[in-house]
């Protein structure tokens, strides 16, 4: 079933059927389904696939439950990931404030599950002082191997040059 999900988010959701089918399943239940072990993959679905309206819902719904929890959740964390790199702007902002107002980053960047959420953070175009606060933890975050995965992010963004860092020659 969930793999006919995804598919009819790939290939048919500009139609109206499918369109109404997979807001009233998924996207309205996002929040609910992300945590589940094969229905996270559907939830992930639409926020990389699906129409921007079916991602702003799932992405309210998503943020509405336990985002700190969910982002911390075996399986959630796909979902948390896939709204913070491919939402729209405005949710990928919201997604980030809400996890720097629910959680301390560099606790949940130790966490053996919630470093994803923190990485795609530092991913984002949405993270305007991210790269800063987690640099100036970085003693304890290499004390620990989910830490030194965030911390990696953190270089390849520092190195990436359409943050205006100069290529080395």
């Known amino acids: 079933c969930c793999r006919i999900f995804c598919r ?3 290939h048919a959701c500009t139609h109206s059927d499918a369109a109404a089918l997979i807001e009233e399943t998924v996207a309205r239940r996002a929040g609910d389904l992300s945590r589940n072990e094969f229905a996270h993959f559907v939830v992930a679905h639409v926020m990389e696939h699906g129409l921007p309206q079916h991602r702003a819902i799932a992405a309210s719904s998503v943020m509405e ?4 929890c969910t982002a911390q959740h075996r399986h959630g964390r796909f979902v948390v990931e896939a709204l913070i790199l491919h939402g729209a702007l405005e949710d990928q902002v919201a997604a980030i404030d809400l996890l720097r107002s629910q959680a301390d980053l560099v606790a949940l960047s130790l966490h053996e599950f919630g470093y994803t959420a923190v990485a795609a953070s ?5 993270r305007p002082g991210l790269v800063e606060q987690l640099s100036a933890s970085a003693a304890v975050l290499q004390g620990n191997k989910y830490g030194q995965r965030v911390l990696q992010a953190v270089e390849r963004q520092r190195n990436s040059p359409r943050l205006g860092a100069t290529p080395s020659v």
């Open 65 to 68: 439950s336990d985002f700190a």
């Open 8 to 10: 009819l988010i790939e």
């Open 122 to 126: 530092v991913k984002s175009k949405a």
